[in-house]
């Protein structure tokens, strides 16, 4: 297995323009999770899926971010329209949620380097 | 509220001295800790999970329940070390509610 796939790796784009980050999950893994990773706060939690349903958005900033997932193998998180203060590196994971919870070790794509000029 | 709190942005030890990396949580429940490591220009990826009561490269965490603690220490630092630590918490009660603290950023120096 590949592990987690995301695209594009880097992306930069101009203030207000929409920008789709994608992401690929490892096959059989049932909970997916968007984070964001600035110098300032870290790594943040911005919206987890399980079994491909939105479980908890209370870390995603505003009505600009949007994230889906059509099915068990494909997410995109959304920001329209983007915002300098958005650049940051956008990670994904995945995990299987399957036995213990304790054991479930969360598997991190690359990441997405965005910049919004 | 921060449920995952790393007290230290940056850390700088010389090789061949004792790191800790401190990390405190903040939940009332059966806590489920991690932590992860993301090393220059690679995945963030696991390093150690408390359950397993294991020693990776050299480092272990104990979990203190009374002073809600989960601190990473090694007896002596190795160049290699030299990473971005992250302290995790998994929310076990709720499902699979990862919370990450902000990270410390770990220098040994030669």
């Known amino acids: 297995d590949a592990g987690v796939i995301q695209s594009p790796r880097h992306e930069v784009t101009e203030m207000g323009q929409e920008v789709t980050l994608r992401c690929k999950p490892i096959?059989?893994?049932?909970?997916l999770f968007w984070y964001r990773q600035t110098m300032m706060r870290g790594l943040e939690l911005l919206i987890y899926f399980n079994n491909n349903v939105p479980i908890d958005d209370s870390g995603m900033p505003e009505d600009r971010f949007s994230a889906k997932m059509p099915n068990a193998s494909f997410s995109t998180l959304k920001i329209q329209p983007s915002e300098p203060r958005d650049s940051a590196v956008y990670f994904c994971a995945s995990t299987s949620g399957e036995g213990l919870a304790e054991y479930n070790e969360q598997f991190f794509g690359p990441g997405t380097r965005l910049t919004v000029l | 509220a921060q449920r995952v709190t790393q007290p230290e942005k940056l850390l700088s030890v010389f090789k061949g001295a004792p790191v800790e990396l401190k990390c405190n949580y903040s939940?009332?429940?059966?806590?489920?800790l991690f932590w992860y490591v993301q090393y220059s220009r690679q995945r963030l990826q696991l390093l150690l999970r408390?359950?397993s009561r294991e020693s990776i490269k050299g480092f272990t965490a104990d979990l203190n329940k009374g002073e809600t603690s989960f601190h990473l220490k090694k007896p002596f630092a190795q160049e290699e070390d030299s990473a971005m630590y992250y302290c995790a918490l998994n929310l076990s009660d709720t499902g699979n509610q990862f919370y990450f603290g902000t990270g410390t950023s770990l220098t040994v120096i030669p």
């Open positions: 939940y009332s429940g059966s806590p489920e």
């Open positions: 096959s059989g893994h049932n909970s």
């Open positions: 408390h359950i």
